[in-house]
């Protein structure tokens, strides 16, 4: 196993925690990005901010997102409005297109045979209530990088975790998974080790 260079975005919430300590523990080097308590501070939202982010950062052998925010509502909330005014604004431009962004810009600043995984959620296949944008937005990530991954740069990789809810998710957000299967974080961080320190590519790893 060579030691990689990863730049993780989420590294505080509940799957990022999991992922770097099993990258951590596998000796990779690991700077950790996001909102707040962070090696670099990064908002998926401003793609100014990641713009920044990389320019701290460098060159890198991967790039991991264990992150995004999307809004949980009922649909009798949402009406037609402008992205800026829609409950749909948030998934939208954070955890999509603020993932697309970061893969975009990592083209840039990775070295040769790097890897870009991104996350999506188990709602891209099973929907739950109140969850429609959470369904939306991880459904057109997983689409975008089956495509983008065929274009990406030679010797560039690209693919995305799908996770299932897991067991250390507060009470209150897995309370609205009723009837899902709940896994522990660490079995969730062995897809992204598989996306790190494997060849695939255009994947969508889903892990239940």
């Not at 998934?91 to 999509?96: A, F, V």
Request: charged share 20%; hydrophobic share 45%; net charge negative.
């Amino acid at each position: 196993m060579t030691r990689q260079r990863v730049f993780l975005i989420g590294a505080t919430g509940t799957i990022g925690k999991a992922v770097h300590e099993m990258l951590t523990a596998r000796q990779h080097e690991v700077i950790t990005g996001g909102l707040q308590d962070a090696d670099i501070e990064l908002d998926l939202s401003n793609p100014d901010s990641v713009c920044d982010a990389f320019e701290t950062l460098g060159r890198a052998d991967a790039v991991i997102s264990a992150a995004g925010r999307a809004a949980f509502f009922p649909l009798d909330a949402a009406d037609a409005a402008p992205l800026a005014e829609s409950p749909y604004g948030l998934g939208l431009i954070d955890k999509l297109m603020g993932q697309v962004n970061l893969a975009l810009l990592a083209r840039h600043y990775l070295n040769k045979g790097g890897s870009v995984t991104l996350t999506s959620g188990t709602t891209s296949d099973d929907p739950i209530i109140g969850g429609s944008s959470l369904s939306m937005v991880n459904g057109g990530l997983e689409k975008w990088v089956m495509a983008a991954a065929t274009e990406f740069p030679a010797g560039l990789r690209l693919n995305a975790v799908s996770p299932s809810i897991v067991i250390e998710t507060p009470a209150a957000q897995r309370a609205a998974f009723a009837g899902f299967e709940q896994i522990p974080a660490s079995k969730v961080a062995l897809a992204y080790v598989r996306c790190l320190e494997s060849r695939i590519t255009g994947q969508t790893l889903k892990v239940c």
